[in-house]
């Protein structure tokens, strides 16, 4: 995240000045700010590995748009409060006993570590920002981090010059070192000073999955700190004696970027096995999905007498429910109701991830809704995303986009953008994927001097 500093070439007194201006340039900025030698530049100074930029920009050519996002510095506000409301309400006893009923028997051991990379993803609509869910093995940290140092200077093309841009003084400039602190906090809250060693990078076929080039970032980045890091797959793990291995390797730490949350496959028993006696630290664990990221979590987080019934207050409940887009159960004894309304739902599956049979509600078939019904979903009120216009082979594009806020206790590490097409965010659309996000300085007129 960038903030464009103000100087009096930049015509902006009110917040809803400052909102046009950035809708402005969200459609009229189109210059491209990827620079792809300075992203080849980057790893070859810091990883020494040319195969990286090949799987990163060339054999993923959508993984990264072409341009940033522009956001007001009052709406990245905004979301810092809806953010800050979710965690005091998340760790109240009350609420954590009304979602773990429903966890998975692993979200019921209790770790000492609070987990790591927490996405909080919002849609940015004419009342302000929404939060539309909450993933505990947010993807794309690292990636964004090395491609925020290395965009170009662009858009001089609305109707004021804007400034360079700057860094916030409140984004760390080189956030791997918070990230590596962040691994480290994990590790001392379970082991105190007992030297953490080796970490396993864990995901089913890790080989095969899109965001293999942020694995290997992860491994060369512990191994610059003198961790043994290995890329596996669970299967790979054996739990005997009283701890984890990968071959004769013992593993301290695990990052976990498995979708299986709750750890209940056949094939993830070593690892369960491992964490519920305390023989490995896990990050993220599934107690951490269990409390954040169940989407039927939203449902209580939307529904003011459930707020009020495990003690919210209610200022608090008023960012919720303004902040968050309200999220009910799919109950086929409410079957006629939610056909009726499908045009203004989004259709999720309460354990989902990556938008994975998530549907739309203008979309649905017949058949897709009886299976809906079937399923363990919840039914999301529609907030249509934003957009943002490109220029894309000479031909003007528009693109959906989400901002995504990388959390770590509360606080905003990182913030990125996606943009896509289509009905859920992708990295299929040319021109499309993880966006920097350049957030504008709103000043009103009684205080500018």
């Not at 590995?49 to 506000?77: G, H, W």
């Not at 200022?315 to 006629?336: C, E, F, M, Q």
């Not at 994975?356 to 995303?385: H, M, S």
Request: glycine share 4%.
């Amino acid at each position: 995240m960038t903030l464009l500093s103000h100087t009096g070439h930049l015509p902006i007194t009110t917040d809803q000045q400052c909102e046009q201006k950035v809708r402005q340039l969200n459609s009229q900025c189109r210059c491209g700010s990827l620079n792809r030698e300075a992203i080849r530049a980057e790893l070859w100074q810091q990883q020494d590995d040319s195969n990286l930029y090949q799987m990163i920009i060339e054999d993923r050519p959508n993984l990264f748009a072409e341009s940033p996002v522009f956001v007001t510095d009052s709406c990245i506000k905004k979301q810092q409060e809806i953010i800050g409301a979710v965690e005091m309400v998340i760790a109240l006893p009350a609420y954590q006993q009304r979602v773990l009923a429903y966890a998975p028997d692993a979200a019921k051991f209790i770790p000492k570590a609070h987990s790591v990379f927490f996405g909080y993803d919002f849609h940015l609509s004419p009342k302000g920002p929404q939060l539309i869910e909450i993933n505990t093995n947010a993807g794309g940290a690292l990636l964004n981090a090395i491609v925020a140092r290395t965009q170009k200077a662009c858009c001089d093309r609305s109707d004021a010059p804007l400034p360079p841009p700057i860094t916030n003084a409140s984004v760390i400039a080189h956030p791997e070192q918070a990230f590596i602190e962040m691994f480290l906090e994990e590790w001392q809250a379970e082991r105190g000073q007992q030297p953490l060693r080796s970490i396993a990078i864990v995901d089913e076929t890790p080989q095969n999955q899109y965001m293999l080039p942020e694995f290997i970032l992860f491994k060369k980045l512990f191994e610059q700190h003198n961790f043994t890091a290995v890329i596996c797959d669970p299967s790979e793990l054996v739990y005997h004696d009283q701890a984890l291995w990968h071959d004769s390797q013992h593993i301290d730490l695990v990052y976990n970027r498995l979708t299986d949350f709750g750890l209940e496959a056949p094939a993830h028993k070593s690892l369960l096995e491992a964490y519920l006696t305390e023989a490995v630290v896990m990050t993220p664990t599934p107690r951490a999905h269990a409390l954040y990221a169940n989407k039927k979590n939203l449902v209580v987080l939307t529904d003011e007498a459930a707020l009020i019934d495990i003690g919210v207050d209610a200022k608090t409940r008023t960012i919720l429910l303004n902040g968050i887009a309200h999220t009910k159960s799919v109950n086929p004894d409410d079957a006629d109701n939610l056909w009726t309304d499908r045009k203004q739902l989004f259709f999720k599956p309460a354990k989902g991830y990556g938008s994975k049979a998530a549907y739309r509600g203008d979309k649905l078939t017949k058949r897709v809704f009886g299976e809906i019904l079937q399923g363990d979903y919840v039914a999301q009120t529609l907030v249509q995303p934003s957009e943002r216009q490109l220029e894309i082979e000479n031909k003007i594009v528009d693109f959906k986009l989400d901002l995504r806020h990388y959390v770590y206790k509360g606080q905003t590490q990182l913030v990125s953008a996606r943009l896509y097409q289509g009905q859920t965010t992708n990295f299929r659309t040319p021109g499309g994927g993880f966006a920097q996000v350049l957030v504008v300085p709103c000043q009103n007129k009684e205080t500018d001097s």
